[in-house]
């Protein structure tokens, strides 16, 4: 059965060397909060066009923390574009990347940026050890 965990996150982002000019590489660092309490870190690797509004990112961004009750870590795997301006994001759980009491974790991650601060909404089953 599905179940469903709100909240909210901050972010920050330290820049990283990279060896083409026009990628961006950085380490997103997270605090999250509500259904999904703990942290977060992520390796990004981003790029811009020369068309305004048109970039792509990717991301694997470890999460460790407790989520409605049950702790444990899990990967979540970006992949957003923008497309002169209109955007598509998918997060989804790596299948079989849960830990300790989140084995068996599956599920999407939603995340809306309006008004400056960072909302997600995370639909999730956790199956159990297999």
Do not use: C, W
């Not at 380490?27 to 703990?38: C, D, Q």
């Not at 301006?85 to 079989?96: E, N, R, Y």
């Amino acid at each position: 059965m599905t179940e469903r965990a709100t909240g909210t996150f901050t972010t920050t982002f330290e820049p990283l060397p990279s060896s083409d000019e026009t990628l961006g590489r950085m380490i997103v660092s997270k605090t999250i909060e509500g259904g999904l309490r703990g942290t977060g870190r992520a390796e990004m690797l981003s790029v811009g066009t020369p068309i305004d509004g048109s970039a792509g990112y990717v991301a694997i961004d470890r999460i460790t923390g407790t989520l409605h009750g049950r702790s444990g870590s899990f990967v979540l795997q970006h992949y957003g574009l923008m497309d002169r301006g209109s955007g598509t994001l998918t997060v989804q759980v790596v299948p079989d990347s849960g830990t300790d009491e989140l084995t068996g974790l599956t599920g999407t991650f939603s995340i809306d940026n309006t008004g400056g601060e960072h909302h997600y909404v995370f639909d999730y089953d956790v199956a159990g050890p297999v």
